[in-house]
């Protein structure tokens, strides 16, 4: 019998003890992977930090102070740091994460050579392990999800480094056929890029009592809810506006963002703020009765890959309210799991009145992402893994 993969997963994009969300869906990847009989997996997580007097700021004194190497939650976890330039240093990262990562490489390596270099955001974790893959000699693989292709790969300066790293990895991964096709027009080879669609807990994020929910949560009309950092680009602020027209009706906001404070005096500014409550970030397991408890999930991104609070809304047999983006059309197929808005508050409120006018049997909702799992995500994922490094 072969022995197991050994493989490193390179992420930039992973929990911690400050923000134990952050990333959290490739850590329950990456664990499904390494509780795999075919895969040992070692973590490395690159930490940014600026150089002073930045570095003294209350959030960066919180990251420096994490252990360099740990056991999170039952994973093997590395955290080097390196050097951030906050808003203006992002085309040199990939280099400045590959020089303080190769060291470490090369010491796990000659201890137990690794197989494969696993990078689970396109950039800066794909053109960093480029540099990892050459220097030691590893195939590599890239995964992307969203915002690394829309965000990154639109800067002149970081799109170069993207398509290098998608032109030698020995693998490409997208998280829905959206983004696979946005890759293609960036200028990928699209025979290297696989869909892998995203992994679901059904026994966490499954229908409730959903007017049981509500007395517990003090809510007598409708609720709606978003779950996402609350940021432009998730675009809460159409959904905070839509409330105006349900005078009745309750918005959760699951998240923390650098709109907070205009999103608060949006709130305020309509008369509305006593029906908006800002619940920060929810721990990922409280995250299921929330979702399960709303008549809606309302997230009108403005780009998206394939969102796990979609997906996660849908288990919970909650319909979403959805924009055109990302793979919103391969979630939703019919009116049982929602509806796909223009991103303005008119289109949203009208969504709300049908879905509400027409409520879905939450269990036939569920059904429409009763593929997503996180035993499909493995199996793929073993087996892509498996293909690049031609074992």
């Not at 895969?39 to 003294?56: E, F, K, M, Q």
């Not at 699951?254 to 608060?264: F, H, L, Q, S």
């Not at 049982?336 to 009145?353: H, L, M, T």
């Amino acid at each position: 019998m072969n022995r197991p993969l050994n493989i490193l997963t390179l992420s930039t994009l992973f929990p911690n003890a400050t923000a134990p969300n952050f990333g959290i869906f490739v850590e329950r990847q990456t664990r499904e992977l390494a509780n795999r009989p075919e895969a040992d997996v070692t973590v490395v997580n690159p930490i940014g930090i600026p150089p002073p007097p930045l570095r003294n700021l209350a959030r960066y004194g919180s990251l420096t102070a994490l252990p360099d190497h740990e056991q999170w939650r039952g994973l093997n976890v590395y955290r080097p740091r390196f050097t951030l330039i906050p808003k203006f240093g992002g085309a040199k990262n990939p280099e400045r994460i590959a020089a303080v990562v190769l060291p470490l490489i090369k010491k796990l390596h000659s201890e137990k050579p690794f197989d494969l270099i696993d990078a689970e955001f396109f950039y800066p974790d794909g053109p960093a392990a480029m540099q990892l893959s050459a220097a030691l000699n590893i195939p590599f693989t890239v995964k992307a999800r969203g915002a690394d292709i829309h965000h990154w790969g639109s800067d002149p300066k970081c799109l170069p480094q993207i398509l290098s790293a998608a032109e030698k990895a020995s693998g490409l991964l997208a998280v829905s056929k959206a983004l696979k096709q946005d890759m293609q027009e960036l200028g990928m080879d699209g025979a290297k890029i696989t869909v892998h669609y995203t992994g679901l807990d059904q026994d966490k994020f499954k229908p409730i009592d959903r007017g049981l929910a509500k007395e517990e949560l003090n809510v007598k009309g409708p609720l709606f809810i978003c779950v996402g950092a609350l940021i432009k680009r998730k675009n809460q602020a159409l959904v905070i506006e839509s409330m105006t027209s349900f005078p009745d009706a309750t918005l959760l906001l699951a998240g923390t963002g650098e709109e907070e404070r205009t999103y608060r005096a949006l709130a305020d500014k309509w008369g509305i703020k006593d029906r908006i409550r800002f619940l920060g970030n929810v721990p990922h397991d409280d995250l299921p009765k929330l979702v399960a408890a709303a008549d809606i999930s309302i997230l009108p991104s403005k780009s998206e890959g394939l969102a796990n609070a979609w997906v996660e809304a849908l288990s919970c047999g909650t319909p979403i309210i959805i924009s055109e983006a990302g793979g919103a059309r391969e979630l939703v197929r019919s009116d049982i799991a929602g509806r796909i808005v223009e991103q303005n508050s008119v289109a949203i409120v009208e969504a709300i009145k049908a879905i509400l006018a027409s409520p879905q049997i939450q269990n036939n909702v569920r059904v429409t992402v009763n593929h997503f799992s996180w035993k499909n995500n493995g199996d793929a994922l073993v087996k892509l893994f498996a293909k690049a490094t031609q074992r």
